[in-house]
């Protein structure tokens, strides 16, 4: 019975971080698009929104990365 429960959490454990990147992806894919829509809706001759959300949905990405895999690593 232990062994089973055991493989159940090496299954749950890889299943998270299969999604990771998947997670990421959508993102930062999300981030981009908000600034992609500003930059048509309110142009500035200074600022490219695009790269700026893409940099900020990075840093959350990371974040979010960071916060999982610790948390990871206090249920093992």
């Given amino acids: ?3 089973n429960s055991s493989e159940k959490g ?3 454990k890889w ?3 299969i ?18 829509w500003l930059d048509a809706n309110y142009t500035s001759p200074k600022v490219y929104y ?3 959300l893409t940099i900020v949905g990075v840093f ?3 974040y979010n ?3 999982q895999v610790n948390e990871i690593g ?3």
């Fill in 1 to 3: 019975m232990q062994n």
């Fill in 65 to 67: 990365v960071y916060r």
């Fill in 50 to 52: 695009y790269k700026l």
């Fill in 60 to 62: 959350i990405a990371l």
């Fill in 10 to 12: 090496k299954y749950n």
């Fill in 15 to 17: 299943l998270a971080l």
């Fill in 19 to 36: 999604n990771i990147p998947i997670q990421m992806g959508f993102i930062i894919f999300l981030f981009f698009k908000l600034g992609e």
């Fill in 74 to 76: 206090k249920n093992s």
